[in-house]
T-cell receptor
Framework: RKEVEQDPGPFNVPEGATVAFNCTYSNSASQSFFWYRQDCRKEPKLLMSVYSSGNEDGRFTAQLNRASQYISLLIRDSKLSDSATYLCVGWVYSSASKIIFGSGTRLSIRP | DGGITQSPKYLFRKEGQNVTLSCEQNLNHDAMYWYRQDPGQGLRLIYYSQIVNDFQKGDIAEGYSVSREKKESFPLTVTSAQKNPTAFYLC???????????????FGPGTRLTVL
């Protein structure tokens, strides 16, 4: 089982729709989580950090559920420009810190 | 402008040759990282460095080497021992490593390496 798993998609939704992704992690020692956005043939760019209390940035909401070991990303009122691959990232802090990237979820917004 | 730069953007090399990819940051970050991304795949960690003159192997270090002589620079050499070097190489940096939000990584634009 991968340490961080994401549904690869693609998710194909109409403009204006609400879409949600989940990302599950297997290591309970995982402490910090982030969502990154990656456009085709570009570098990943930080979208938001994820806190246990949940955090919101405009149309984007991220949530961490430690009991069930998953992270979620909700996008409201989706725009064509939201089309990208969304990467879930977790840090595991033990004797040696380790970062783990999910393989990404592809999102395509259609007009 | 603060940021991470990688050069070149595209690189072609003949099989059997070593090649060095450049990564420079002016963010005053302590930690720097190298990743490899293959088409349709996630990022895989090659090497990382938490401080000058120190670096650690990641998950796929075989066939690669790095140095960290200056805080700002973390070059990656792809050696002829790397069996499948054609990939998209990404460099990243973070303020620290293993300390919560200071782990937030910022990426350079990447170098696309093709072995002919």
């Amino acid at each position: 089982r991968k340490e961080v798993e994401q549904d690869p998609g693609p998710f194909n939704v109409p403009e204006g729709a609400t879409v949600a992704f989940n990302c599950t992690y297997s290591n309970s020692a995982s402490q910090s989580f982030f969502w990154y956005r990656q456009d085709c043939r570009k570098e990943p760019k930080l979208l938001m950090s994820v806190y246990s209390s949940g955090n919101e940035d405009g149309r984007f909401t991220a949530q961490l559920n430690r009991a069930s070991q998953y992270i979620s990303l909700l996008i409201r009122d989706s725009k064509l420009s939201d089309s990208a691959t969304y990467l879930c990232v977790g840090w595991v802090y033990s004797s040696a810190s380790k970062i783990i990237f999910g393989s990404g979820t592809r999102l395509s917004i259609r007009p | 402008d603060g940021g991470i730069t990688q050069s070149p953007k595209y690189l072609f090399r003949k099989e059997g040759q070593n090649v060095t990819l450049s990564c420079e940051q002016n963010l005053n970050h302590d930690a720097m990282y190298w990743y490899r991304q293959d088409p349709g795949q996630g990022l895989r960690l090659i090497y990382y460095s938490q401080i000058v003159n120190d670096f650690q192997k990641g998950d796929i270090a075989e066939g690669y080497s790095v140095s960290r002589e200056k805080k700002e620079s973390f070059p990656l050499t792809v050696t002829s021992a790397q069996k499948n070097p054609t990939a998209f190489y990404l460099c990243a940096s973070s303020l620290r490593t293993g300390q919560g939000l200071t782990d937030t990584q910022y990426f350079g634009p990447g170098t696309r390496l093709t072995v002919l």
